[in-house]
C-alpha cells in the first residue's frame, strides 16, 4: 500500500503558484481567502462553500441495495450547511475486492481532448501537502473566523436583521471554514503518515466540538429568528427565491432542533452531552479504521478457496506447518465464506470476523445512552423519532411500518429459499462425509448462495470475473456515464498533478462541447487501489461543494472516490467480480451527484438530500450493470479480448434475484436492530440482541454469540435509526429506472433529464418535489415491487 515521502521532505520541494485572487468583492473573504492560501491550500478558499460528504460501498443492484452514512447525526444539532458527511455502503456480502500491489500495473486513461485539455479551469484545485502541526493551526484558524462571524451576527440590533446580514453571512462564513477543513480531514482515510491521520482526526474532533458549540448559540438563534419575523412582516418574504426561503427555513429549524429553546444551565449539559456523543462516535470509527487483525489456517483448511485469493494471502511456518494469514478486511476474508468446503473454517472465520471489534461494544452503549438523554432533553420520545423528522419517512413508526410490512412479504420467499439451501448442504454434508444437523447457519449463507448459483444456472463467478480487468472496466463506466451525462474527464498529469498519494489520478471535469471556461464542472479524484492504512471500503468524499458566489459566479466541487480494487496475481491481471462492477458503477453516481448538482447554496448541493432519498440516483444506476448491451460494453476477457456471450449474460442476468428473499431479510435484520436499539427507552444486553434478531429475521442460527454489533459502523456514522434508508430508497430508484430509462438506458436524451431534474437541484427542494418532476407524476412502489417479488418465481424458486 502507500509509500509517501514524508512531509517535511515534500514541503520542501513543493513551491506553490501564485494564484489568481477570487472576484467576490467582499473583502472579508478576501482576506479569508489570502489567509488559506498561506497555508499552503490554494484555490479551493477561493470563495465560499460548504461542508463534505462521503459515501461508502460494499453492496449492489435492487438484490445488492446502497449506503450512505453521515456525521450530523452523531452530532447532533450541527448547523448543518451541509452534513458533513460519509456514505457507506450497507452492510453486506457483495463487497469490493482488496490488494497489496501497486496500482502501475493497472493504470488507464481515457481518451483525451486537446481543446478542453488546453483550458484553464476557473478555479485552481487544493493542494495536498500539508505538515500534522499546519492541520492543526489552519483547523483552529479557520473556526475561529468563523466564530467570528457568528460574533457580528449575534451583535446585531434585531431591526438590522435580515436575509443579507443573517442568513446569507452564516452560510457563507460556514461554507468558508469548511472549504478548509474538510479536505483536512480527509487525510485520515488516505494518508500513510500516521502522524498525519492523527492530525486529521484531531482536527475532526476540533470541529466537532466547535458545530456543537455554535449551534447552540442563543444569540446567534435570536438573529435568525428575528431575520425571519422581520422578513415575514415586511413583505420581503415573497421576494425571496424558493431556495432562499428553504434556506431561513431550514436554519431556523436547526436551532429548534439543537435544543435552543431550552433553558441555560439545560442547554449546557445538552452541548456536554453532545460533544460526549460525537467523541465516542469517533472513537468507534477510529478503532473500525484501524483494525488490523488476522486469523490463520493451513492450505488444507482453505480447500476450495481459489487459488488466485490464497495467493494474496501472507504465509509463515508455525511449527511443522505452513499457514497462511487472513487479514478481516473483506477481500481477503469474504471469498473462505463463499468459497472454503469446511464449515469447521467458515465457522471460525466467521465468529473471528464478529469479534473482531468487541473494543467497540463499551463505545455503542454509550452512544446510545447518550442519544436517549439528548432526545428526552429535545421532547421527543424517541432518538429515532428526531432522526426521521427531517427525512422523508418523517417519524420511527412510520420507518418501524414499513420495515415490519416488508418483512411479512419476504419471509414467506426467505423461507423457501432457505429449505433449498439447507437441501443443498445436507447433499454436500453427505457427499463429503461430514455431519448433519438439520441446522442453517450464517457461516452457511453465503457459500450455499454461490452453490446454488452455479448448480442451478451453471454460473461460474471465477469464470464471470475473467470478462471485467479494472484496467478495462474503469474506463468503460466512466466513457458511459460521460455519453450519458454530457461531461468529459480531462486527467491532470505530470507537473501540474497535486494529490494526496502519487496513485491517485486526477480529472477536470468539463461539459462534453466546453470551449471556455465557462463549461467547467468541478474536479474528480480516484483514488482506487490498496494500500497501507488507508480506509478499507469504496467511498465517495464530495471535498468541496458547488454553489453561487455573493459576486454570481461559483464556486466548484471536488469529489473523490477511494476504493480499493482487485488484486493482480502471477498468472493474471487485477479482475472485477460483477459485484465489484456494479459497486463501482453506484459509487461514480454519487460522484456525478457530486459533480453536476448546481445550486445556490452549499448546504444544499449534491448529496445534501434526505437521507432516505439519498442513495436512490445510484441505486437506479446499478440497473446498467444487468443490461445486456451495457455488460457487452464493458466486458472484455483478460486473455482473448471477447466480451460475455449473449448466454453468459443471460445467467448473469438471470442469477439478480436468486435467493433474494434471504438478502433482503439480511438487510431488514441490521434495519431492525438500527431501528429498535434507537427506540427503546432503556439499555439492553446488544451482544444478545444483535445475535437474537439475526436469527430471527435473517433466518439463519448462530454459533457462540459475538460482538457483531461492534462491527456496525453505520449506527454511529450517520446511519443511526438511518439504515432502513437503504431499502426505502429502493423504492424510488426502482420508480425512476422503470419509469424512465428502462426503454433506453444510454439515451443521452434521458440522461440529460435526469441531470436536470435529480442532480442539479440538489437538496435545494424537496425530493418529493424532484421525483415527480422527473417522473412527471407521484412516485409509487409498483416497480419496486414488481423488482422483487414478480420476478422471484423464475429467479429462484
Known amino acids: 500500500m502507500i509509500v509517501r515521502a514524508s512531509s517535511a521532505s515534500s514541503k520542501s520541494t513543493r513551491l506553490l503558484p501564485r494564484p489568481r485572487l477570487p472576484e467576490s468583492g467582499n473583502a472579508e473573504s478576501l482576506r479569508f481567502w489570502q489567509f488559506a492560501h498561506n497555508f499552503r491550500y490554494t484555490g479551493s478558499v477561493t470563495h465560499t462553500s460548504g461542508s463534505t460528504n462521503w459515501i461508502d460501498s460494499s453492496n449492489s443492484a435492487l438484490k445488492h441495495?446502497?449506503?450512505?452514512?453521515?456525521?450530523?447525526?452523531?452530532?447532533?444539532?450541527?448547523?448543518?450547511?451541509?452534513?458533513?458527511?460519509?456514505?457507506?455502503?450497507?452492510?453486506?456480502?457483495?463487497?469490493?475486492?482488496?490488494?497489496?500491489?501497486?496500482?502501475?500495473?493497472?493504470?488507464?486513461?481515457?481518451?483525451?481532448?486537446?481543446?478542453?485539455?488546453?483550458?484553464t479551469p476557473p478555479q485552481a484545485p487544493p493542494k495536498w501537502n500539508h505538515t500534522p502541526e499546519e492541520v492543526l493551526s489552519i483547523t483552529k484558524l479557520a473556526l475561529a473566523q468563523n466564530k467570528a462571524v457568528s460574533d457580528k451576527v449575534a451583535a446585531l440590533p434585531e431591526a438590522e436583521c435580515n436575509f443579507e446580514t443573517v442568513f446569507l453571512p452564516l452560510a457563507n462564513a460556514e461554507a468558508e471554514a469548511l472549504?478548509?477543513?474538510e479536505p483536512l480531514g480527509f487525510y485520515q482515510n488516505v494518508s500513510v503518515s500516521k502522524e498525519l491521520r492523527d492530525a486529521s482526526n484531531q482536527a475532526e474532533v476540533l470541529q466537532r466540538d466547535f458545530d456543537v458549540e455554535e449551534s447552540m448559540r442563543p444569540d446567534v438563534f435570536k438573529a435568525k429568528a428575528a431575520a425571519e419575523k422581520n422578513l415575514r412582516e415586511s413583505g420581503e418574504w415573497e421576494k425571496l427565491s424558493d431556495e432562499q426561503r428553504r434556506l431561513v427555513e431550514k436554519m431556523v429549524l436547526d436551532g429548534k432542533r439543537a435544543g435552543l429553546a431550552l433553558?441555560?444551565?439545560?442547554?449546557?449539559?445538552?452541548?456536554?452531552?453532545?460533544?460526549?456523543?460525537?467523541?465516542?462516535?469517533?472513537?468507534?470509527?477510529?478503532?473500525?479504521?484501524?483494525?488490523?487483525?488476522?486469523?490463520?489456517?493451513?492450505?488444507?483448511?482453505?480447500?476450495?478457496?481459489?487459488?488466485?485469493?490464497?495467493?494474496?494471502?501472507?504465509?509463515?511456518?508455525?511449527?511443522?506447518?505452513?499457514?497462511?494469514?487472513?487479514?478481516?478486511?473483506?477481500?481477503?476474508?469474504?471469498?473462505?465464506?463463499?468459497?472454503?468446503?469446511?464449515?469447521?473454517?467458515?465457522?471460525?472465520?466467521?465468529?473471528?470476523?464478529?469479534?473482531?471489534?468487541?473494543?467497540?461494544?463499551?463505545?455503542?452503549?454509550?452512544?446510545?445512552?447518550?442519544?436517549?438523554?439528548?432526545?428526552?432533553?429535545?421532547?421527543?420520545?424517541?432518538?429515532?423519532?428526531?432522526?426521521?423528522?427531517?427525512?422523508?419517512?418523517?417519524?420511527?413508526?412510520?420507518?418501524?411500518?414499513?420495515?415490519?410490512?416488508?418483512?411479512?412479504?419476504?419471509?414467506?420467499?426467505?423461507?423457501?429459499?432457505?429449505?433449498?439451501?439447507?437441501?443443498?448442504?445436507?447433499?454436500?454434508?453427505?457427499?463429503?462425509?461430514?455431519?448433519?444437523?438439520?441446522?442453517?447457519?450464517i457461516w452457511d449463507y453465503r457459500y450455499y448462495d454461490r452453490v446454488y448459483v452455479e448448480k442451478m444456472?451453471?454460473?461460474?463467478?471465477?469464470?464471470?470475473?475473467?470478462?471485467?480487468?479494472?484496467?478495462?472496466?474503469?474506463?468503460?463506466?466512466?466513457?458511459?456515464?460521460?455519453?450519458?451525462?454530457?461531461?468529459?474527464?480531462?486527467?491532470?498529469?505530470?507537473?501540474?498533478?497535486?494529490?494526496?498519494?502519487?496513485?491517485?489520478?486526477?480529472?477536470?471535469?468539463?461539459?462534453?462541447?466546453?470551449?471556455?471556461?465557462?463549461?467547467?464542472?468541478?474536479?474528480?479524484?480516484?483514488?482506487?487501489?490498496?494500500?497501507?492504512?488507508?480506509?478499507?471500503?469504496?467511498?465517495?468524499?464530495?471535498?468541496?461543494?458547488?454553489y453561487e458566489l455573493t459576486s454570481g459566479k461559483r464556486h466548484y466541487p471536488l469529489t473523490a472516490m477511494v476504493a480499493n480494487l482487485a488484486k493482480p496475481t502471477p498468472e493474471r491481471p487485477a479482475l472485477m467480480r460483477h459485484d465489484d462492477v456494479t459497486t463501482f458503477f453506484h459509487e461514480m453516481g454519487h460522484v456525478f451527484h457530486g459533480l453536476l448538482s448546481r445550486t445556490k447554496y452549499a448546504r444544499f448541493h449534491g448529496t445534501s438530500v434526505?437521507?432516505?432519498?439519498?442513495?436512490?440516483?445510484?441505486?437506479?444506476?446499478?440497473?446498467?450493470?444487468?443490461?445486456?448491451?451495457?455488460?457487452?460494453?464493458?466486458?472484455?476477457?483478460?486473455?482473448?479480448?471477447?466480451?460475455?456471450?449473449?448466454?453468459?449474460?443471460?445467467?448473469?442476468?438471470?442469477?439478480?434475484y436468486v435467493n433474494v428473499g434471504l438478502f433482503y431479510l439480511r438487510q431488514l435484520f441490521f434495519a431492525k436492530f438500527d431501528l429498535k436499539v434507537h427506540v427503546d427507552k432503556e439499555a439492553a444486553d446488544y451482544t444478545k440482541?444483535?445475535?437474537?434478531?439475526?436469527?430471527?429475521?435473517?433466518?439463519?442460527?448462530?454459533?457462540?454469540?459475538?460482538?457483531?454489533q461492534g462491527t456496525f459502523g453505520h449506527i454511529v456514522g450517520g446511519y443511526d435509526a438511518g439504515y432502513y434508508g437503504y431499502t426505502y430508497s429502493l423504492v424510488f430508484a426502482a420508480d425512476m429506472y422503470a419509469t424512465v430509462f428502462k426503454k433506453d438506458p444510454l439515451n443521452p436524451a434521458l440522461g440529460k433529464l435526469y441531470r436536470d431534474?435529480?442532480?442539479?437541484?440538489?437538496?435545494?427542494?424537496?425530493?418529493?418535489?424532484?421525483?415527480?418532476?422527473?417522473?412527471?407524476?407521484?412516485?409509487?412502489?409498483?416497480?419496486?415491487?414488481?423488482?422483487?417479488f414478480g420476478k422471484v418465481a423464475n429467479a429462484s424458486l
Open 457 to 546: 444456472l451453471d454460473l461460474d463467478e471465477s469464470l464471470v470475473k475473467e470478462y471485467f480487468p479494472v484496467s478495462v472496466v474503469v474506463p468503460t463506466i466512466l466513457n458511459i456515464y460521460q455519453d450519458l451525462l454530457g461531461v468529459k474527464f480531462i486527467e491532470i498529469k505530470n507537473d501540474n498533478k497535486d494529490v494526496w498519494h502519487e496513485e491517485v489520478q486526477q480529472f477536470a471535469v468539463w461539459d462534453k462541447d466546453a470551449k471556455d471556461e465557462s463549461a467547467f464542472v468541478g474536479y474528480c479524484y480516484l483514488d482506487l487501489f490498496p494500500r497501507p492504512a488507508k480506509y478499507s471500503h469504496a467511498a465517495v468524499w464530495g471535498l468541496l461543494p458547488g
Open 65 to 119: 441495495p446502497t449506503r450512505v452514512q453521515s456525521l450530523s447525526s452523531t452530532s447532533i444539532g450541527l448547523r448543518q450547511s451541509r452534513p458533513r458527511t460519509q456514505y457507506p455502503r450497507l452492510q453486506t456480502s457483495r463487497p469490493f475486492s482488496s490488494s497489496s500491489h501497486s496500482r502501475s500495473s493497472f493504470a488507464f486513461s481515457l481518451e483525451s481532448d486537446p481543446i478542453m485539455a488546453s483550458l
Open 689 to 708: 440482541l444483535w445475535n437474537d434478531l439475526r436469527e430471527s429475521i435473517s433466518l439463519v442460527k448462530g454459533g457462540k454469540a459475538q460482538p457483531g
Open 263 to 441: 433553558p441555560e444551565k439545560e442547554r449546557e449539559v445538552l452541548m456536554n452531552l453532545k460533544k460526549e456523543l460525537s467523541q465516542a462516535c469517533l472513537d468507534f470509527s477510529k478503532n473500525f479504521n484501524e483494525e488490523d487483525g488476522s486469523i490463520s489456517f493451513t492450505l488444507e483448511e482453505l480447500d476450495g478457496v481459489p487459488g488466485d485469493v490464497i495467493s494474496g494471502y501472507g504465509n509463515r511456518t508455525e511449527g511443522s506447518k505452513e499457514v497462511y494469514d487472513v487479514t478481516f478486511k473483506t477481500p481477503d476474508i469474504f471469498p473462505i465464506f463463499k468459497f472454503a468446503h469446511n464449515p469447521v473454517t467458515r465457522r471460525a472465520a466467521q465468529e473471528g470476523y464478529e469479534d473482531r471489534l468487541k473494543q467497540n461494544v463499551p463505545l455503542l452503549e454509550k452512544a446510545l445512552d447518550l442519544r436517549r438523554r439528548i432526545a428526552a432533553m429535545l421532547g421527543y420520545d424517541t432518538w429515532a423519532d428526531y432522526i426521521t423528522e427531517v427525512k422523508m419517512v418523517k417519524s420511527g413508526k412510520n420507518a418501524e411500518d414499513f420495515l415490519d410490512d416488508l418483512e411479512a412479504k419476504l419471509r414467506p420467499v426467505g423461507e423457501k429459499e432457505r429449505k433449498i439451501l439447507l437441501q443443498l448442504k445436507k447433499e454436500e454434508h453427505e457427499k463429503r462425509g461430514l455431519p448433519f444437523d438439520g441446522e442453517f447457519y
Open 179 to 181: 472549504i478548509i477543513c
Open 757 to 788: 431534474k435529480i442532480l442539479l437541484v440538489g437538496g435545494s427542494r424537496d425530493e418529493t418535489d424532484s421525483l415527480e418532476d422527473f417522473l412527471g407524476r407521484s412516485p409509487n412502489s409498483d416497480a419496486f415491487l414488481e423488482e422483487i
Open 610 to 656: 434526505a437521507r432516505d432519498f439519498v442513495e436512490a440516483p445510484s441505486q437506479m444506476l446499478e440497473n446498467w450493470c444487468w443490461e445486456p448491451k451495457v455488460l457487452e460494453k464493458m466486458s472484455s476477457h483478460y486473455k482473448t479480448q471477447e466480451p460475455l456471450s449473449p448466454e453468459l449474460i443471460d445467467k448473469l442476468i438471470r442469477s439478480r
